[in-house]
């Protein structure tokens, strides 16, 4: 017989907490009686959320801290259950959608009424309390408490090279720059490599009399030269380390949001590059520009918005050209909401598709469920009726399906089908907890169970914020090998459907 915990007693709160981002942020707080057999116990948990990082008009409207915390108590509280039974994971998931669906319904659009930072600290602390009341582990949540055979440690970028807005001065049009250790089948492997990097790079700087501080994301901050300068540092620190072209690999964070501004660029679909001063190029010519970084390595593996958000020809036009040959990260444009992620990628031919892998945060969805359906959607494991249920009540149904239409697509069926035959990818994302919280690695430590086309990026291999969201993955890790789970990091074959990366296809030779 399945054991059997019962939940109750919730109490919801939130608190105003200091925000790595030198801010103040929001922190949901939760307690709950919990009794299994003959034991019950007090539990408390709590989740913070980032700051500063959802402001959109298009993704989940934050609102005033003090305001934010009274709509916690006013409006969210009130919608707790009395009363949470769980003999198996998809008990968690049950309770998690029909708390969540009561504040996308009655939150106002894009939550912009009781606030996403509301909705999103009540509704992540929510899932984190059932989760660990019931002592089942994330990587079961998804098989619902079977063990898998198989489990995906998710690629990891480290951020090396900050750029763009993030750099005063810079002459680097693109925002960040990554490095990917794939030689290594442990993620702590992984992490060992990523140090050894991250030290090394240094090294070069102080050699070369440059500076070694870093930005928000913990990348280096130094005068580059121009756009490909880090991208040549990278490749010098990997030779010193005698990794090969298959040992490792390269991507970015263009943020090309960043260098279309103003309107009259937006309007005319072009982009300044200002920061490197090449001055202003029409979007065929941007996405030429993208591809010289893509081929500057054979082991270039992704580029995450290459165009701007207001720019979906951008995007088409460059996975149409290159989307067989890098993998190409919808950030902005898709902001996690599945309205534009279902359309985006529903296109049976490539080049009517935005990309091939979706940026998953979940401070762009402000609710846990939503982000858990909108991952499902880009790995192909979603279910339609859940789908629907959580569009409907968005009121985004009916555009969803008029866009479908324009693709030719008949169904949200044959939409979702057409995606999981895609064979995308999903790139977990920080910038989603705060604090001490450990909430964003139960993410990809959920998705590794059901999928290799896991990636995620939480930083440079330093710093207490980044290491918060690094560490559980090496415990877990341990965990489950110790279960006899066989563990193995995502890899090249981790990459989207149809991506070919040269340094491999050489290798075969």
Same mark, same amino acid.
């Given at each position: 017989?399945?054991?059997?915990?019962v939940?109750?007693?919730?109490?919801?709160?939130?608190?105003?907490?200091?925000?790595?981002?030198?801010?103040?942020?929001?922190?949901?707080?939760?307690?709950?009686?919990?009794?299994?057999?003959?034991?019950?116990?007090?539990?408390?948990?709590?989740?913070?959320?980032?700051?500063?990082?959802?402001?959109?008009?298009?993704?989940?409207?934050?609102?005033?801290?003090?305001?934010?915390?009274?709509?916690?108590?006013?409006?969210?509280?009130?919608?707790?259950?009395?009363?949470?039974?769980?003999?198996?994971?998809?008990d968690?998931?049950?309770?998690?959608?029909?708390f969540?669906?009561?504040?996308?319904?009655?939150?106002?659009?894009?939550?912009?009424?009781?606030?996403?930072?509301?909705?999103?600290?009540?509704?992540?602390?929510?899932?984190?309390?059932?989760?660990?009341?019931?002592g089942?582990?994330?990587?079961?949540?998804?098989?619902?408490?079977? +063990?898998?055979?198989?489990?995906?440690?998710?690629?990891?970028?480290?951020?090396?090279?900050?750029?763009g807005?993030?750099?005063?001065?810079?002459?680097?049009?693109v925002?960040?720059?990554?490095?990917?250790?794939?030689?290594?089948?442990?993620?702590?492997?992984?992490?060992?490599?990523?140090?050894?990097?991250?030290?090394?790079?240094?090294?070069?700087?102080?050699?070369?009399?440059?500076?070694?501080?870093?930005?928000?994301?913990?990348?280096?901050?130094?005068?580059?030269?121009?756009?490909?300068?880090?991208?040549?540092?990278?490749?010098?620190?990997?030779?010193?380390?005698?990794?090969?072209?298959?040992? @490792?690999?390269?991507?970015?964070d263009?943020?090309?949001?960043?260098?279309?501004?103003?309107?009259?660029?937006?309007?005319?679909? +072009?982009?300044?590059?200002?920061?490197?001063?090449?001055?202003?190029?029409?979007?065929?010519?941007?996405?030429e520009?993208? @591809?010289?970084?893509?081929?500057?390595?054979?082991?270039?593996?992704?580029?995450?918005?290459?165009?701007?958000?207001?720019d979906?020809?951008?995007?088409?036009?460059?996975?149409?050209?290159?989307?067989?040959?890098?993998?190409?990260?919808?950030?902005?444009?898709?902001?996690?909401?599945?309205?534009?992620?279902?359309?985006?990628?529903?296109?049976?031919?490539?080049?009517?598709?935005?990309?091939?892998?979706?940026?998953? +945060?979940?401070?762009?969805?402000?609710?846990?469920?939503?982000?858990?359906?909108?991952?499902?959607?880009?790995?192909?494991?979603?279910?339609?009726?859940?789908?629907?249920?959580?569009?409907?009540?968005?009121?985004?149904?009916?555009?969803?399906?008029?866009?479908?239409? +324009?693709?030719?697509?008949?169904?949200?069926?044959?939409?979702?089908?057409n995606?999981?035959?895609?064979?995308?990818?999903?790139?977990?994302?920080?910038?989603?907890?705060?604090?001490?919280?450990?909430?964003l690695?139960?993410?990809?430590?959920?998705?590794?169970s059901?999928?290799?086309?896991?990636?995620?990026?939480?930083?440079?291999?330093?710093?207490?914020?980044?290491?918060?969201? @690094?560490?559980p993955?090496?415990?877990?890790?341990?965990?489950m090998?110790?279960?006899?789970?066989?563990?193995?990091?995502?890899?090249?074959?981790?990459?989207?459907?149809?991506?070919?990366?040269?340094?491999?296809?050489?290798?075969?030779?």
């Amino acid at each position: 017989m399945a054991r059997e915990t019962v939940i109750t007693r919730f109490t919801l709160k939130g608190r105003e907490i200091l925000s790595s981002y030198a801010s103040m942020t929001l922190e949901g707080v939760m307690t709950a009686h919990v009794s299994s057999g003959k034991n019950s116990w007090k539990i408390e948990e709590r989740n913070g959320i980032a700051k500063g990082t959802s402001d959109g008009e298009s993704e989940a409207i934050y609102i005033p801290n003090d305001k934010a915390i009274k709509s916690i108590d006013k409006n969210i509280a009130p919608l707790l259950p009395k009363k949470v039974t769980i003999r198996k994971p998809s008990d968690i998931l049950d309770a998690c959608r029909a708390f969540d669906l009561k504040m996308v319904e009655k939150a106002g659009s894009n939550k912009k009424t009781w606030g996403g930072n509301a909705c999103l600290a009540s509704s992540t602390v929510f899932f984190q309390t059932l989760l660990a009341a019931s002592g089942f582990k994330p990587w079961e949540v998804l098989t619902n408490g079977k +063990k898998p055979k198989n489990f995906y440690m998710p690629n990891i970028a480290f951020n090396m090279v900050c750029g763009g807005e993030h750099v005063p001065g810079t002459k680097q049009d693109v925002q960040e720059m990554f490095f990917f250790s794939m030689k290594d089948k442990s993620v702590k492997d992984v992490f060992v490599t990523g140090t050894q990097f991250f030290r090394q790079f240094e090294k070069n700087l102080v050699r070369d009399n440059l500076p070694t501080g870093t930005a928000k994301e913990r990348g280096f901050v130094f005068p580059v030269k121009d756009n490909f300068e880090g991208l040549s540092r990278i490749k010098e620190c990997a030779s010193q380390l005698k990794l090969k072209e298959t040992d @490792y690999a390269i991507g970015t964070d263009n943020a090309f949001s960043e260098i279309q501004k103003t309107d009259k660029l937006r309007q005319e679909g +072009k982009y300044d590059l200002r920061f490197s001063g090449q001055g202003i190029k029409t979007r065929e010519e941007l996405v030429e520009f993208d @591809y010289s970084i893509v081929k500057s390595a054979k082991n270039f593996v992704t580029m995450e918005d290459p165009g701007s958000e207001h720019d979906l020809e951008a995007h088409k036009l460059m996975n149409a050209k290159y989307g067989d040959r890098t993998q190409i990260v919808l950030d902005d444009i898709a902001v996690t909401q599945m309205r534009f992620i279902i359309p985006f990628l529903a296109a049976p031919e490539r080049e009517n598709r935005a990309g091939n892998s979706v940026l998953i +945060k979940l401070n762009q969805a402000g609710t846990f469920t939503e982000t858990l359906i909108a991952s499902q959607i880009v790995l192909g494991v979603a279910n339609a009726e859940e789908v629907e249920m959580f569009l409907t009540a968005r009121k985004d149904i009916k555009k969803t399906m008029a866009d479908l239409k +324009k693709l030719g697509v008949k169904s949200l069926e044959e939409a979702l089908a057409n995606i999981k035959n895609g064979g995308f990818t999903a790139f977990f994302s920080h910038r989603s907890t705060e604090g001490t919280s450990e909430f964003l690695p139960l993410l990809p430590l959920m998705f590794g169970s059901v999928s290799r086309k896991v990636w995620f990026k939480a930083g440079a291999p330093n710093g207490e914020r980044n290491l918060q969201n @690094y560490n559980p993955l090496i415990r877990a890790e341990e965990e489950m090998t110790s279960k006899g789970i066989n563990v193995e990091v995502a890899g090249f074959e981790g990459l989207p459907d149809g991506v070919e990366i040269p340094a491999l296809k050489n290798n075969k030779k």
